[in-house]
């Protein structure tokens, strides 16, 4: 990654239809190219507090420095996301970042009276949303600093820098 760590890296977005949307940010804003992630693992899956079975897919494009993230939802396992949308909401859901140490952030957050809605791992690195919506009006999405999270996102910005509108959505390695 080249932005510094603590610093938003993120802005994620709940949509309703993943393909509209791609096409908005692709032909419209010119953001991409996106990789696609059908039916994301998310693995160890805590939902406030108990198991969850969310079933997503993600698309992950970068806007300059700045990953822009689409989410959508397709089963109704309680999460996050469906809470957003049961909500009557729609569009910007959190922002995310990754500290220097992801535990003692994590600890932090708690400390300041922000509950751990979602917990999950991906390739075996965990990340937590924090319920800050009532605070900044949307989750906050903290990554453990780790391989998995930082070659990904480099991937992402990487394939950014000086796209010419080709292939706008990939598929995300996995």
């Not at 939802?73 to 140490?101: C, I, T, W």
């Not at 075996?124 to 605070?135: C, H, I, Q, R």
Request: contains cysteine.
């Amino acid at each position: 990654m080249t932005q510094p760590l603590y610093t938003i890296r993120q802005v994620a977005y709940v949509v309703r239809d993943l393909d509209a949307a791609l096409k908005y940010w692709t032909e419209v804003l010119k953001v991409g190219p996106f990789f696609l992630f059908e039916h994301c693992p998310l693995e160890n899956q805590r939902y406030r507090g108990g198991p969850s079975n969310v079933d997503v897919s993600l698309a992950l494009g970068n806007s300059g420095d700045v990953q822009i993230e689409l989410i959508y939802q397709h089963n109704d396992a309680p999460s996050v996301y469906k809470e957003f949308l049961d909500a009557g909401r729609m569009g910007m859901h959190h922002f995310g970042l990754m500290p220097v140490d992801y535990a003692a952030m994590c600890r932090r957050y708690a400390e300041l009276g922000f509950d751990p809605a979602f917990v999950c791992t991906v390739g075996g690195s965990e990340l937590t949303y924090f319920d800050t919506v009532a605070s900044i009006g949307h989750y906050t999405e903290l990554w453990d600093n780790s391989d998995v999270f930082k070659d990904l996102f480099m991937l992402v910005e990487n394939a950014a820098q000086g796209w010419d509108g080709s292939n706008p959505v990939r598929p995300g390695p996995l």
